[in-house]
């Protein structure tokens, strides 16, 4: 499903099945595809810490609707410090300083 096709009937009249498929997912979370394939990723690679909640059926990837709702309600993780992982740059003050 591209990431611009049709919201899925269910979704739409709020009558949401047990078990979505990724893209079902995506298009709930209001994601694309992609990021909720490797979301689904995280979450196997993981262990289920992190990431889009899924079930491997064979080659299949599906989410559970009251997976889905508990991440939602859930409240989220502290966000990880960012860090542009450059060096601080110490000593360097670019600012002219007055003279004297």
Not at 69 to 76: A, H, N, Y
Request: hydrophobic share 40%; aromatic share 2%; charged share 25%.
């Amino acid at each position: 499903m591209a990431e611009n096709a049709q919201v899925p009937a269910p979704i739409l009249s709020g009558e949401l099945p047990d078990v979505l498929t990724v893209e079902e997912a995506a298009a709930l979370l209001r994601i694309g595809r992609r990021t909720a394939y490797e979301l689904a990723a995280r979450f196997e690679a993981t262990g289920g810490r992190e990431g889009l909640p899924v079930v491997r059926l064979g080659r299949c990837l599906r989410v559970s609707r009251a997976r889905l709702e508990q991440l939602l309600l859930s409240d989220p993780p502290a966000p990880a410090p960012r860090s542009s992982g450059l060096m601080p740059l110490r000593g360097l003050d670019r600012r002219r300083r007055p003279a004297g």
